[in-house]
Nanobody, 133 residues
Framework: QVQLVESGGGLVQPGGSLRLSCTAS????????IGWFRQGPGKEREGVSC????????YYRDSVQGRFTISRDNAKNTVYLQMNSLKPEDTAVYSC??????????????????????????WGKGTLVTVSS
């Protein structure tokens, strides 16, 4: 069965850390750009981070820059999102997506880049991250 499966979510206190995993089955991630999206309660879905399949270049939205790190382990067919210094506003369902392209699909609006959430080849069901004391 071809799918993406996220894991690693949970409840963490503000300032804490979590590492999310996005594992592919039924296909290999080597030639796919992989991105993470999140959707918090009452909020729209937003692109968080992405890693290319070509040179490992990365994208982060401004609000997570310096706190989150995306990486990939092609041998394990997995992409990770290390999240540090978590804040209550990071609370959301985090989902990963795969595009069969070398580069992350970025758009530009008002001088800032954002991760497009369309034309995905695969999309996971998500894992819940709750940041609360």
């Amino acid at each position: 069965q071809v799918q993406l499966v996220e894991s690693g979510g949970g409840l963490v206190q503000p300032g804490g850390s979590l590492r999310l995993s996005c594992t592919a089955s039924g296909f290999t991630l080597d030639n796919y750009a992989i991105g993470w999206f999140r959707q918090g309660p009452g909020k729209e879905r937003e692109g968080v981070s992405c890693i290319s399949s070509s040179d490992g270049s990365t994208y982060y939205r401004d609000s997570v820059q310096g706190r989150f790190t995306i990486s990939r382990d092609n041998a394990k067919n997995t992409v990770y999102l290390q999240m540090n210094s978590l804040k209550p506003e990071d609370t959301a369902v985090y989902s990963c997506a795969a595009w069969s392209m070398r580069w992350c699909p970025l758009g530009q609006y008002s001088g800032r880049y954002y991760l497009k959430h369309d034309d995905m080849d695969y999309w996971g069901k998500g894992t819940l991250v709750t940041v609360s004391s």
